[in-house]
């Protein structure tokens, strides 16, 4: 009878416990099938398929799946005040730990080559082969063993914003493919190192062209050209990209040339991010190029880009740095101007006069309408690429023009002198009316 009792109480405690574990299953499964069922989840469901955005890549759309980060950090305030939620830190926990390494769904999951530490360090013959110091860090020529020559920026062990710029131009230029933007090649992300590999650009930046000893002075057309070269590239980061992207930091360091003097803009690691916070204390950017609305906002636009595009045409035109007064020398010849005219007192004196002086006041006045303090009144990137377009347009056709007249007027030296071996009685006067005559003719 005891034994019986004893099975008795066993299974009865056997049962209970089964039926805690069932109940409890039960209770977990009911509260996760209304937390699916919830607007929050639902929510968040369509924040993380939003995340996942389009951006062109020549022209065709391929998915960059940005759902670590706020969309609100990519776009324009046109495209709405959304606020980054992600913090630098935990942004940057994506990518490597606080060591440096790489992780799993690093930048490789983006197709972009990931070169080792050991690689780089052999091409640029143990980092000795510096070319460039920024605030990312060193920048060095890199020579592969397929004979491959290419670039790596290094970020200094004590750098901030160099993470934060390392994430941002592997997210952005890891997509962005354009003819004036310069290309990221790959990254590594190894041995506590973080570095960038991009395309070798062989003639360097703008800015050792126009205040470096090592190059001859740029002539007034590669000038115009740059010119069109970087608002080509600055037009499709505002409207081939998408979402359109602001890249907050347009200078004359920042635009590279390559073996062909063509212009591409570089250095993106303050790239895509909108900021509103007017207590905000830092500010983010190169003093001489701030959109003062900027300065005084904390948002940076487009049109904050277009101010600092037109001092960088400026900087073309006068060949003064925007750090040593050029803004203020600006200023003080727009009391002699009139509309579109009067700006040769700012050209750069190593020009030595071999400019044409419309080109000149054209370009001139389309600078200063970018940087007007209200930048409601600023023209587009699309705007200014047609205006530049326009400017190096009629150019080309002067200089055909140039080219006619003088191959005309050769031809009629040269049939002058056959007549003059006939008729010797040809003067020197029949021949200048004879070229007068024919040049005309080639005007009208």
């Given amino acids: 009878m005891r034994g019986m009792s004893g099975a008795l109480v066993v299974g009865i405690t056997v049962g209970v416990m089964i039926g805690g574990v069932l109940g409890v299953c039960a209770v977990c499964m009911l509260i996760r099938y209304r937390s ?16 996942t955005i389009p951006i062109r890549v020549n022209d065709v759309d391929s998915s960059a799946n940005l759902s670590e980060f706020s969309v609100g950090r990519y776009s324009d305030s046109s495209l709405g005040q959304v606020s980054a939620r992600t913090s630098e830190g935990d942004a940057m926990s994506a990518w490597v730990d606080k060591e440096g390494h790489k992780r799993k769904n690093a930048a490789s999951a983006s197709g972009i080559p990931n070169y080792s530490y050991r690689e780089l360090e052999k091409a640029t013959c143990s980092f000795t082969t510096v070319i460039g110091q920024g605030a990312f860090g060193p920048v060095y020529k890199a020579q592969l063993s397929n004979g491959e020559t290419l670039a790596v920026k290094v970020l200094a062990t004590d750098s901030r914003q160099g993470k934060r710029e390392f994430q941002a131009e592997i997210l952005l230029l890891g997509r962005l493919h354009h003819r004036n933007l310069v290309n990221l090649v790959g990254y590594c992300a190894d041995k506590g190192q973080l570095m960038l590999v991009y395309v070798y650009m062989s003639n360097g930046s703008l800015a050792s062209h126009l205040y470096g000893q090592k190059h001859k002075p740029l002539s007034w057309d590669s000038r115009v050209s740059i010119a069109l070269d970087v608002a080509r590239g600055m037009e499709y980061l505002h409207y081939g990209a998408v979402p359109s992207i602001v890249h907050r930091d347009i200078k004359s360091s920042n635009i590279l040339l390559d073996q062909s003097m063509r212009a591409r803009v570089a250095d993106f690691g303050l790239s895509g991010e909108q900021i509103f916070n007017s207590h905000a204390s830092n500010v983010e950017g190169t003093f001489g190029y701030l959109d003062p609305e900027y300065l005084s906002t904390k948002t940076f636009t487009k049109k904050s880009d277009v101010y600092s595009f037109g001092v960088l045409l400026f900087e073309l035109i006068a060949g003064r740095n925007p750090l040593q007064g050029l803004m203020e020398y600006v200023e003080l010849a727009t009391i002699g101007t009139e509309d579109k005219v009067g700006w040769e007192e700012i050209v750069d004196s190593r020009l030595n006069g071999k400019f044409d002086v419309k080109e000149l006041n054209d370009m001139a006045s389309l600078a200063y309408k970018c940087i007007n303090h209200l930048s409601i009144k600023r023209p587009s990137m699309r705007d200014i690429v047609l205006a530049l377009s326009r400017i190096l347009k009629l150019s080309h056709s002067r ?5 006619s007249m003088s191959a005309t007027e050769e031809e009629i030296t040269i049939e002058l002198q056959k007549s003059e071996t006939r008729d010797p009685t040809v003067t020197e006067f029949q021949k200048k009316v004879a070229i007068d005559i024919t040049t005309q003719s080639v005007e009208i």
């Fill in 399 to 403: 200089k055909r023009h140039k080219e």
């Fill in 36 to 51: 699916k069922c919830s607007p929050n989840f639902r929510f968040r469901s369509m924040s993380r398929r939003a995340a």
